[in-house]
């Protein structure tokens, strides 16, 4: 459990104080009960909790949105098997999360309670709901703030272990797409972005192997000169690892 997390659990979350006085007393409130409810299960009904957060998940305040995806995340650390009982719900609000229109705080919080909850079900049964959350993390990979772009490069990687075969064919699509974002974020600005994307990568390698039906190419053919240029210069480890796993 991360600092975030422990301070959900241990006392209300702090709240901007240009804020009414009306609503920081009520989102205060709110989220004491969160903490008092998952420490205390006996003493009140987690579903009643539940109900809360999916409805303030929907809200029009950008702050109240954050808040629930954070309140989810943190039900999915303490009481995982109300994550499993209401798994369907919850995918579905976070995905709307993913989809935020105005606050990147809302995505990457959805981003950080997806990592967490995919890691509890171990990505069983997701459904549609993979493809949608493939489509959207793909897309903040390249994201402009770093604590995103990190995060998605978390949840992409573990998207990787779970793409099964149903997904297979779909997963393989998206991470050739990614390819120049995998490259490019090797050397990203902020250096656990660049560990992130290192172990993303090594997470998709299994699907940049080449099909079947190109094996009567000759070896050097079947390499990408770009991918194996970039790797050669800035990560020989990574392209060693693909050679001796003939996925280049």
């Known amino acids: 459990m991360d600092q ?27 989220f004491s009960k969160v903490s008092w409810t998952l420490r205390f299960q006996k003493q009140e009904s987690l579903k009643n909790v539940f109900s809360i957060l999916a409805e303030r998940a929907q809200d029009p305040n950008a702050k109240k949105r954050h808040m629930a995806m954070r309140g989810l995340g943190t ?48 990505g069983k049964s997701l459904g549609s709901f993979f493809v949608d959350i493939t489509l959207q993390t793909r897309t903040l990979l390249d994201d402009e703030n ?14 990787a272990a779970f793409a099964g075969r149903k997904w297979k064919t779909f997963f393989t699509s998206q991470v050739k797409q990614t390819q120049d974002s995998l490259l490019i974020h ?42 194996c240029r970039q790797l050669s210069h800035y990560h020989p480890e990574l392209l060693q690892f693909f050679y001796a796993n003939k996925i280049l």
Request: proline residues 7%.
């Open 4 to 30: 975030t997390e422990r301070r959900i659990l241990g006392q209300p979350l702090p709240v901007p104080t240009a804020q009414p006085k009306k609503r920081r007393t009520s989102m205060m409130s709110f």
């Open 75 to 122: 039900m999915a650390c303490e009481t995982p098997d109300k994550v499993r009982k209401y798994k369907k719900i919850i995918l579905d609000l976070l995905v709307h999360g993913l989809y935020d229109p105005v606050s990147a705080e809302v995505i990457l919080e959805s981003v950080k309670t997806l990592t967490i909850i995919l890691g509890k079900i171990q």
């Open 146 to 159: 770093d604590n995103l772009r990190y995060s998605a490069f978390i949840l992409f990687g573990q998207l």
């Open 186 to 227: 090797l050397q990203d600005r902020n250096p656990q972005v660049a560990k992130a994307c290192k172990t993303t990568f090594r997470a998709c390698s299994p699907y940049l192997k080449e099909r079947k039906e190109n094996s009567f190419q000759t070896e050097e053919d079947q390499r990408n000169p770009k991918l």
